[in-house]
């Protein structure tokens, strides 16, 4: 080989383990807000409830079992309250929709349904992403989150 094909070959190298870090540093990054962001979910805080419970007090099986069952039942509670504050969050924000549309001008409906159509759109898109992350969280931890963004 001649002296400028090593070269190349380092360089060719070089600027690809430049650029694997650095997409390993964008990848975690993202992660990271993401996490930081969305608030746990209530099984997720119960289990950490329990196993804190269970590993500093002295507890017999059966007192373990009713707290767990107690604790279940604060996870399935709040896990409602969510959805219930989802649900009126969507309904505000469909009233504030409907007011908004109806001072706007034909031309202007459309781009609002357009702007309304995308921010849709890149909600489903992280929705998804983070339930896909949920689920490759679940075959391998005992943590999940539940990942739901307000509608604006």
């Known amino acids: 080989m001649t ?16 650029a694997g870090g650095v997409s390993g540093w964008v990848v975690a990054a ?7 962001l ?7 805080i119960s289990s950490r409830f329990c196993d804190r419970l269970f590993s500093q ?9 009713k707290i ?15 959805d219930e504050q989802w649900r009126r969050i969507r309904t505000a924000a469909n009233n504030r929709n409907a007011q908004i549309n109806a001072i706007l001008n ?13 921010r849709r759109e890149a909600a489903r898109n992280r929705d998804h992403d983070r339930s896909n992350k949920d689920r490759s969280h679940d075959r ?5 989150r539940v990942a739901v963004k307000p509608p604006c």
């Open 38 to 44: 969305t608030p746990p979910a209530a099984k997720e």
């Open 57 to 65: 007090m002295n507890l017999t099986p059966e007192q373990s079992q």
């Open 3 to 18: 002296d400028i094909s090593k070269w190349k070959i380092v360089l060719y190298l070089a600027a690809i383990f430049a």
């Open 30 to 36: 993202k992660t990271t807000r993401e996490r930081i």
């Open 68 to 82: 767990r069952e107690i604790s279940d039942r604060y996870a399935k509670e709040v896990d409602t309250s969510r």
């Open 106 to 118: 034909p031309e202007q409906r459309v781009q609002f349904e357009q702007i309304e159509r995308e």
């Open 140 to 144: 391998g931890s005992s943590t999940n």
